[in-house]
């Protein structure tokens, strides 16, 4: 099996690295992320400058100077001479929870190979300042997940946002199926000065959780599961369709 791994934590990323090793016992892994951090990079691709692959001194090591979705994209789309089966993206440096993953470029890598109609799986894990950093656990929950597939395929297109707490392997207390919660808004953006003495504006962090509740994802994670969500693409609000017909009737009269 052909696995290609990508983050948006850049190639050389501990966790990336973690994955990487994890993964080599299941199967062929190729490596291609970008080479620096481009974390909440989301969906984006880069159309205005070619994209150049340099390949690390290390085999089937590749870094981009681009997206994550730019490393996935030409990894599938013809780069190389044989097909992956199969997307791997992470170890995200950071919880990837529930509006999260419009942001996230880690969860954009899986999504790219959704595309392609390969399973894609993004795994981050909920690191805070302080924390033990623990890749090593975040890899292992990876490789269990793709072991799985390879014995029991789940239906296609799949993608699978996990986000596995920062604890030691030996602290995890299992595995759920959750749904996305949601967060508060984000905090104000912090204002600064350049050495010129200009204003500039960092953005600042996520906002605190506000759907925590039953079933979610940040609940799953803070009692020591890993959490493991199905998502779509299919951004729809089906049930609001009857409802927006009516709103539009007569509006071209
Ligand atoms: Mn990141």
Redesign the pocket.
């Known amino acids: 099996m052909k696995i290609l791994v990508s983050?948006?934590?850049g190639y050389r990323a501990p966790g990336i690295r973690a994955l990487h090793a994890a993964l080599s016992t299941l199967g062929d892994v190729t490596l291609v992320a970008p080479d620096r951090?481009?974390?909440?990079a989301s969906n984006s691709l880069t159309l205005d400058v070619p994209l150049r692959v340099f390949e690390a001194t290390e085999p089937n090591v590749y870094f981009v100077q681009g997206t994550p979705t730019d490393c996935v994209h030409l990894a599938v789309s013809g780069y190389f001479d044989f097909e992956h089966d199969m997307v791997v993206s992470g170890v995200?440096?950071?919880p990837n929870l529930g509006d999260d993953v419009l942001y996230?470029?880690?969860v954009a890598a899986a999504i790219e190979g959704r595309f392609l109609g390969l399973p894609a799986i993004a795994v981050s894990l909920c690191t805070s300042p302080g924390s033990g950093r623990h890749f090593d656990t975040g890899a292992e929950v990876a490789r269990r997940l793709v072991a799985r597939l390879l014995a029991q395929r789940l239906d296609r297109p799949l993608i699978l946002n996990v986000n596995v707490p920062d604890l030691p392997w030996g602290q995890i207390r299992g595995f759920r199926s959750t749904r996305l919660g949601s967060r508060h808004p984000s905090e104000r953006i912090i204002p600064a000065r350049d050495p010129h003495g200009r204003a500039v504006y960092w953005v600042g962090p996520a906002g605190p959780q506000q759907d925590a509740g039953p079933g979610t994802d940040f609940e799953a994670v803070s009692e020591g599961y890993v959490s493991v969500t199905p998502l779509q693409i299919d951004l729809t609000r089906h049930t609001a369709l009857p409802a927006m017909k009516t709103w539009l009737e007569g509006i071209n009269d």
């Open positions: 983050n948006d934590d951090n481009r974390s909440g995200n440096d950071g996230s470029g880690t």
